[in-house]
């Protein structure tokens, strides 16, 4: 697969895999079948592998460390910190807040390098800006970090423009991780430009909608009982209903051009910039070789003006995230 750069530091496939749905919010899996995907993710040259402490939480790092480490010298793993976890409770019930204290940056470092088994973390992202604390004290820790040897580049997610600007003034940065698809275009307006000029990596995290770019979610009955999905304004009922014109008009592009939803959205998402490299999650080997495939999709300016025009983000019905967890998203 072709490689991409996140930052100087960092040479990674052009489409990474994004780990959380394999132990968190999308109800998991079995660990034979999350390690059988992970470790075909290599074989099928994905050297980009995405985790966080608090998906599971802790669990998930615990895995990718396992699945991985014959790959180990192959890989670029990147996880986050930035979540107060309480010791009680089960799942998403344990994020109890944010807290980016430069003593929990180091205490959460050290927590991640054991989970994951490795010696040194190669790309290590703040999850979330933690307002009471300002970013230069966090990205100071940070840099401590890289100087001695624990990490190897920083990178934040849901940054605004002017957090990252002053992170990047107190050590590079290399990556900048948010929500970013045909459906999620907030990151145009002035974080994709302010990673440009700055030359940092832009990470798209659910860059197929959460599923529903795929086509395969309908309606709330697609989706289990227990899963964060259901949470989200996007996938009520009648804003799933609101959307199918969207989804049925991807869909007729995607038939056109001899590919499935989910790949014709890939490719336009690593159509935007040289510099992006999407996160898609992926349990099943189908559908990770699906997603693997996109890369490949060379997609003309006809194309990408007939996909603008066929899915214009002011459509959309429903927002990304409630009002609680958009209140965390740095402005």
Request: hydrophobic residues 45%; aromatic residues 6%.
């Amino acid at each position: 697969m072709q490689q991409r750069r996140l930052g100087s530091e960092l040479s990674v496939s052009a489409i990474g895999l994004g780990c959380m749905g394999m132990s968190y919010a999308y109800g998991g899996q079995p660990e034979a079948e999350a390690i059988a995907t992970l470790r075909r993710a290599v074989e099928r040259g994905i050297t980009f592998f995405d985790t966080a402490e608090m998906y599971g939480p802790f669990e998930n790092e615990k895995l990718v460390g396992k699945a991985l480490a014959p790959f180990r010298d192959r890989v670029v793993i990147a996880t986050k910190f930035g979540f107060k976890i309480a010791e009680t409770g089960q799942g998403r019930d344990r994020i109890v807040g944010v807290d980016s204290r430069p003593e929990h940056v180091r205490a959460v470092c050290d927590a991640s390098l054991r989970r994951l088994g490795v010696a040194v973390i190669d790309l290590f992202y703040q999850h979330r800006v933690d307002p009471a604390v300002p970013i230069e004290d966090t990205v100071g820790a940070m840099a401590d970090l890289v100087r001695a040897g624990k990490v190897r580049a920083l990178g934040l997610s849901e940054a605004g423009a002017a957090t990252i600007r002053r992170a990047h003034a107190v050590h590079p940065i290399a990556a900048v991780q948010s929500e970013y698809s045909l459906w999620s275009r907030e990151p145009e307006a002035a974080v994709l430009p302010t990673c440009v000029e700055l030359g940092i990596g832009f990470v798209p995290y659910s860059p197929l909608g959460r599923g529903l770019l795929t086509g395969a979610i309908r309606d709330r009955g697609s989706l289990a009982a227990d899963d964060f999905r259901r949470t989200l304004p996007r996938f009520e009922a009648e804003n799933l209903a609101a959307n199918q014109r969207l989804l049925d008009a991807l869909a007729t592009l995607a038939a056109d051009k001899g590919v499935t939803p989910a790949q014709l959205a890939l490719a336009w998402v690593l159509h935007q910039g040289d510099g992006i490299v999407p996160i898609p999650g992926a349990r099943k080997i189908r559908h990770l070789e699906e997603n693997a495939a996109a890369a490949e999709i060379v997609l003309s300016a006809d194309d990408l003006a007939a996909i603008d025009a066929a899915m214009p983000p002011e459509a959309v019905s429903g927002r990304r995230y409630t009002d609680a967890a958009l209140a965390l998203v740095d402005g």
